[in-house]
């Protein structure tokens, strides 16, 4: 199930199972989205991004959704496995400009 | 390809004293790098953005003396903690844009990191 902590949301689900992780923005303007997996003391690391052109994009084992209607954007892992664990951002970028901001994250814990 | 390094990976201090953190694009050209300060349990915040051969552009609230940004290759950005406290202690985080990705949304390659202990 899903709960919210102090500061980070988690995502408890078994092996095997569909994850499917959430994403409100905020800014109305931006228009490139993009997922990131954080492992416990690395940097982010790349999944997949989507441009506000499309409303869904398949890679590997995932699909981002995107409503634009409602800001809000979603990752879904297909099959998810215990290396799944880890904390997934969402970032949003507004085209011509240089900066991503980030959403506040949600763990994901995976059980064997 | 599109591979950041950081160094140092962790670094222990004592207060009162600074620390310098290098930001490396291993395989590409970066003419923009950026800087962010992770605590524990909480996002990645924009600290500064950092322009080669040209003044860093700081995020409000982040003081451009405590915090100095150097960006003298395109391979190369620093970031200096000066005279380091205890509330400095964090997960600071760059990434680099490649020169080469003319397009106009912003993809980003980050660096693995680096934990700043202030004692």
């Known amino acids: 199930g899903e709960s919210v902590g102090l500061h980070l949301p988690t995502l408890s689900v078994q092996e095997g199972d569909n994850s499917i992780i959430n994403c409100a923005y905020s800014?109305?303007?931006?228009?490139?989205f993009i997922w990131y997996k954080q492992e416990s003391g690395k940097g982010p690391q790349f999944i997949i991004d989507i441009r506000s052109n499309m409303d869904k994009r398949q890679g590997q084992r995932v699909t981002v959704l995107l409503n634009k209607t409602v800001k809000h954007l979603s990752l879904q892992i297909a099959a998810t496995q215990p290396g799944d664990s880890a904390v997934y951002f969402c970032?949003?970028?507004?085209?011509?400009?240089?900066?991503?901001?980030f959403g506040k994250g949600t763990m994901l814990l995976v059980s064997p | 390809g599109a591979v950041v390094s950081q160094h140092p990976s962790r670094v222990i201090c004592k207060s009162g004293t600074s620390v310098k953190i290098e930001c490396r694009s291993l395989d590409f050209q970066a003419t923009t790098m950026f800087w962010y300060r992770q605590f524990p349990k909480q996002s990645l915040m924009l600290m500064a953005t950092s322009n080669e051969g040209s003044k860093a552009t700081y995020e409000q609230g982040v003081e451009k003396d405590k915090f100095l940004i150097n960006h003298a290759s395109l391979t190369l950005s620093t970031l200096t903690v000066t005279s380091a406290h205890p509330e400095d202690s964090s997960f600071y985080i760059c990434s680099a844009r490649d020169t080469r990705r003319t397009g106009p949304y912003n993809e980003q390659f980050f660096g693995p990191g680096t934990r700043l202990t202030v004692l």
């Open positions: 970032a949003e970028n507004t085209a011509g400009y240089s900066t991503l901001t």
């Open positions: 800014n109305s303007a931006s228009d490139y």
